[in-house]
């Protein structure tokens, strides 16, 4: 709300949009998000909110794991998927 230079708003906005892109990029390649086919109604919008609650659900509970291996398991075994479901106890 002060008064900024060039050089630190230039910062503030390449920090807002590396973390912006940084997400975006990880749901395009953990949960597909671009590849949806869903373009009417509110579908896109209620099917975003799926996938997103889902991406959620695997970062909490992943440790060493990377996102996309713990979705593969999650689809392969059952008990990984519970497991994934399972209320965090934070």
Known sequence: SGPLSARDAATAVRAHWAIANTLNWTLDVIVHDDMSRLRRGHGAANMA??????FNLLRQGRGNIPLKRMRKRASWTPQTLLDILKPSRR
């Open 49 to 54: 909110a799926v996938r997103h609650f889902a």
